[in-house]
Nanobody, 115 residues
Framework: QVQLVESGGGLVQPGGSLRLSCAAS????????MRWYRQAPGKQREFVAT???????HYANSMKGRFTISRDNAKNTVYLQMNSLKHEDTAVYYC?????????WGQGTKVTVSS
């Protein structure tokens, strides 16, 4: 059973930083691409970033230069370092992977950017 557990969200001031973590279990973590998505209040879930098994990364345009996705295969964990946070980054952030053509999601971690 694949499980994804996010952590690291919280309240941060504009311009601040947070690092989100997603711990995975139930799969051979190192061979799967991992992704972060987010869903702001009243909006659809949107793609944030992905990291492949060979450490290639891709970001949504609005996150380029501010967010960094990384992974630690020894810890079965994917990270999202978020810098220069803006009010519009307020959302629930979800970890995702596709395992045998089925999408798995974590429960999400809430990020609130507010002064």
């Amino acid at each position: 059973q694949v499980q994804l557990v996010e952590s690291g969200g919280g309240l941060v001031q504009p311009g601040g930083s947070l690092r989100l973590s997603c711990a995975a279990s139930g799969l051979s973590f190192s061979i799967y691409a991992m992704r972060w998505y987010r869903q702001a209040p009243g909006k659809q879930r949107e793609f944030v970033a992905t990291i492949t098994n060979d450490l290639s990364t891709h970001y949504a345009n609005s996150m380029k230069g501010r967010f960094t996705i990384s992974r630690d295969n020894a810890k079965n964990t994917v990270y999202l370092q978020m810098n220069s946070l803006k009010h519009e980054d307020t959302a629930v952030y979800y970890c995702n992977t596709n395992y045998y053509a089925e999408a798995y999601w974590g429960q999400g971690t809430k990020v609130t950017v507010s002064s």
